[in-house]
C-alpha cells in the first residue's frame, strides 16, 4: 500500500508560477513511476505529467510541454510539478499518482494508488 499525499495548492494569478508536491509513504517509493493529473468541473481527468521511478525519463501532455517540469526526489519520497505561466483553464483538482512500473504512462486505469488531490484556482 502507498499513501499519498498532495500539497501546494492554492489560489494564483494567470502567469504565475506554482509549485505542486506529493509525499508518498508505505512501500518503498524508487518501486514507483509517478504522474500528475487534473481534472477541471464537468471535464474529465487528464494526465498532465509523468516521472520514471529513477527519475531519468519525463513525459508531459502537449498543454502544458515547455511550461511544467515534473521531478522526484527518491530520498525524501516526493514528486514535484513545478509549474509556470498558468492559465485559467488550468483550474483543476491536480492528482498525484503512483504505478508499480519502470515508466509513467498517460492512462490513468494504469495507476494503482492516488492521492486525495490539491485544489489549484487560477484567476485572470
Known amino acids: 500500500q502507498v499513501q499519498l499525499v498532495e500539497s501546494g495548492g492554492g489560489l494564483v494569478q494567470a502567469g504565475d508560477s506554482l509549485r505542486l508536491s506529493c509525499a508518498a509513504s508505505?512501500?518503498?517509493?524508487?518501486?514507483?513511476?509517478m504522474a500528475w493529473f487534473r481534472q477541471a468541473p464537468g471535464k474529465e481527468r487528464e494526465f498532465v505529467a509523468g516521472i520514471s521511478r529513477g527519475g531519468g525519463s519525463t513525459a508531459y501532455a502537449d498543454s502544458v510541454q515547455g511550461r511544467c517540469t515534473i521531478s522526484r526526489d527518491n530520498a525524501r519520497n516526493t514528486v514535484y510539478l513545478q509549474m509556470k505561466s498558468l492559465k485559467r483553464e488550468e483550474t483543476a483538482v491536480y492528482y498525484c499518482?503512483?504505478?508499480?512500473?519502470?515508466?509513467?504512462?498517460?492512462?490513468?486505469?494504469?495507476?494503482?494508488?492516488w492521492g486525495q488531490g490539491t485544489q489549484v484556482t487560477v484567476s485572470s
Open positions: 508505505g512501500r518503498t517509493f524508487e518501486w514507483y513511476s
Open positions: 499518482a503512483a504505478r508499480q512500473r519502470a515508466l509513467a504512462v498517460a492512462r490513468d486505469g494504469e495507476y494503482d494508488y
